[in-house]
C-alpha cells in the first residue's frame, strides 16, 4: 500500500504542490540523491522538486513497474519533460530506490538513470564530446 501511495504522490507532483503535501509523505531528515543532487532534509528535497519546474517546461514522472519488499520500494518510472523555450518532447527511464519508517514515511530515495545520455548528450557542445567518448570506449 505504501508504495501504491507514493507512486501516486510522484505521479501527481506538479508546480503547485505545496509543501505540506510533501510533509505528509518524507521524513523530516530523509536523504534525497540523484545524478545531481545529495541533500538531507524535507525543505531540500522539496527545493529540489520545485527548482525542476522552474528549469523545465511539463516534467512528469510516469510509474511504469513497482517492486516492494518489507520497507524498501523500488520504482521505475519515465520522466517526461522539455527544456525551456523548446518544442521537442524528451523521456528518459530511471529507477528509484525508496526506503520507508514505521510510520510509513520516506526516509530515503536514490535515484538511479543516466545523466550523461538523457542531459548531457542533448546540449549541442556537450553532446559532441559525449559521444566521441563514448566511441573511443565502445569495443
Known sequence: ??????????EN???????????????TNAKFKDPFHEVVGLD???TIFADMYVKLDNPKFIVT?????NHIVYIRWDFQFSFKNSTTKETF?????VEFNEKDKVISHIDYWDSASNVYEKIPIVSSFIKFI??????
Not at 500500500?1 to 507514493?6: E, G, T, V
Not at 513497474?65 to 519488499?69: A, H, S, T
Open 93 to 97: 527511464e530511471g529507477v528509484s530506490r
Open 1 to 10: 500500500m505504501r508504495a501504491l501511495n507514493y507512486a501516486s504522490f510522484f
Open 44 to 46: 531540500k528535497i522539496f
Open 65 to 69: 513497474e513497482i517492486v516492494e519488499q
Open 134 to 139: 563514448k566511441q573511443k570506449i565502445k569495443s
Open 13 to 27: 507532483i506538479n508546480s503547485n504542490t505545496p509543501l505540506t503535501e510533501y510533509e505528509k509523505v518524507f521524513d
